[in-house]
């Protein structure tokens, strides 16, 4: 039986090396298009496709390799006697090896200036259609979609003239993932394009990024996927330029600092621990911020993470260095600033884009069985429908305050309260199964700082005991949602003691 390979790519890298080498070891090899020139400007000898199939090239490409020749060649089982029969009587040779990898879809639609046109132009059929042919007949055919895995079939064949049985399981199942997540990107340009936001089908592709020591605890296996389109300003979207590799909890945890961090404009310090956060601070610099985010909680923040909004300076170095911090996550650090950092071998120090000019279109939860997805929320305090609903206005210090209390609040995992003035948070009450709870748990942590400062909820007061603990505690305004069948009785409760609150109307819980 002659020995055929069909080789057609478009990401060329070490193709050339490849088909020399099955030349060698006696394969006809055929080809298409910008392919086959390389090719034959290479010296390899290779066999235009057409000739194949004795039919040309037709509608600019499109169609090329569709034909019976190739693929009764690739979906023929060898030891068929009816199969083998057909193609003879059809003058049909079998392809024994097939390199085959895509039209470049994902990096056309990554382009700013990208037209649907372009788009649609990039989508491949022929390519998809071969690769899909060639694995489900692996029992027969080698199929090769990824350059990495050219020395792995090279190597098989020099020593024992095929592959086997394994390999080519392997790479079929490595074909049908690329292919899966090859047709997920188009769908999801598409329904994008069509505002279509819950299709009756969702099928999202993670690339993986790399292997976890663990999960959240030692007995758990992980790994982290990136999504290839997501978005820039996040974890996965990192670089990573000194300590150790980030582990499943340090992911949870920098990406919780990073949606916070990303809500000021002005300078600003966020301190994380186990996906809340315990000090909030900002400044006319960023040393300034760090300083209020460290005195928001100088005991949380040990062992935290520390996301800042602007480059870390040399003063802010120092300060940072001083403490055991898990991760610092910055735009940028300063040529002083990562010589001091990095006398810490093992802190993790990671830089990330601000721009923020692409962003997730929604969030995926996986629960049990399925997923939840929702658009992100990214409703502010600009958006909010303000309404001052006692007799007292807040001042403008309080205002200030409780824009910065609101911000963190609904990073916050429900039900949550924070405490806060206008620079930094005071105290933060998380995750609590009552109102009262989270409240109490804020002041505590505040203490005497609650005196004069502001309280933000995530979810309105169903009755008024979280008002006068407020009073108590020193709060002088509140900002909440509003909109318990009992707001009448907060209010009331607000008015006997002065205090200033306001209705935003939008809830923030944070499951």
């Known amino acids: 039986m002659a020995k055929r390979a069909l080789i057609s790519v478009s990401n060329k890298e070490g193709v050339v090396e490849f088909a020399r080498e099955l030349v060698a070891l006696g394969y006809e090899v055929l080809s298409t298009g910008g392919t086959n020139q390389l090719l034959q400007d290479s010296g390899v000898a290779v066999t235009p496709v057409d000739q194949v199939t004795n039919f040309p090239e037709i509608l600019g490409g499109r169609v090329k390799t569709l034909n019976p020749m190739i693929h009764g060649g690739l979906l023929a089982k060898h030891d068929d006697a009816d199969h083998v029969a057909q193609m003879n009587e059809h003058g049909i040779e079998p ?53 990495n895995d050219y020395a792995t079939v ?32 188009i769908s999801n340009y598409l329904t994008e394009a069509t505002g279509d936001m819950y299709p009756e089908n969702l099928t999202v592709t993670y690339e993986l990024k790399q292997h976890l020591r663990y999960g959240e605890n030692p007995h758990q296996k992980a790994a982290f996927y990136q999504k290839r389109l997501g978005s820039d300003f996040s974890l996965a979207a990192a670089h990573q330029i000194h300590g150790k590799e980030l582990s499943y909890n340090n992911i949870q945890d920098g990406n919780a600092a990073l949606q916070i961090v990303k809500e000021f404009e002005m300078p600003a310090a966020v301190a994380v621990k186990h996906m809340n956060p315990c000090g909030v601070g900002t400044g006319m610099t960023i040393e300034e911020a760090f300083d209020k985010a460290y005195e928001a909680d100088p005991t949380s923040i040990f062992g ?25 996550i910055a735009p940028s650090f300063t040529e002083e600033a990562l010589a001091i950092l990095t006398k810490k ?17 929604f969030n995926v939860v996986s629960v049990e069985g399925g997923l939840l997805v929702q658009e992100p929320d990214r409703y502010g305090f600009a958006e909010a429908d303000i309404k001052v609903a006692t007799d007292r206005e807040p001042t403008e210090a309080e205002w200030e305050a409780l824009k910065l209390g609101w911000a963190v609040v609904k990073h916050v995992k429900s039900n949550a309260i924070v405490v806060s003035d206008a620079r930094m948070t005071l105290g933060v009450g998380a995750g609590q199964m009552n109102r009262v709870g989270a409240a109490k748990i804020a002041f505590e942590q505040a203490g005497e700082k609650a005196q004069g400062a502001t309280l933000a909820s995530d979810a309105f007061f169903p009755m008024s005991d979280t008002v006068e603990a407020a009073a108590k505690a020193g709060i002088t305004a509140i900002i909440q949602p509003g909109g318990s069948i009992k707001d009448q009785e907060s209010i009331d409760m607000a008015n006997q003691y002065n205090i200033a609150m306001v209705f935003t109307g939008v809830r923030h819980f944070k499951h």
């Open 345 to 361: 071998k093992n802190i993790r120090l990671l830089t990330i884009s601000f721009a923020q000019e692409k962003q997730d279109a």
């Open 304 to 328: 935290g993470i520390i996301a800042l909004n602007q480059e870390v300076d040399v003063a802010t170095a120092q300060k940072l260095s001083e403490i055991f911090l898990e991760i610092i």
């Open 154 to 185: 090279l190597s098989e064949l020099q020593a024992e003239g095929t592959t086997t049985l394994a390999t080519r399981r392997k790479l079929a199942a490595k074909v049908f993932r690329h292919t899966a997540a090859y047709d997920s990107y």
């Open 95 to 147: 392809i024994q090896v097939v390199c085959v990898n895509l039209y470049p879809f994902v990096e056309t639609i990554s382009k700013p200036e990208v037209t649907m046109e372009d788009a649609i132009e990039n989508i491949d059929i022929g390519g998809p259609a071969m690769l899909r042919a060639s694995a489900k007949n692996h029992q027969y055919v080698t199929v090769v979609v990824d350059h």
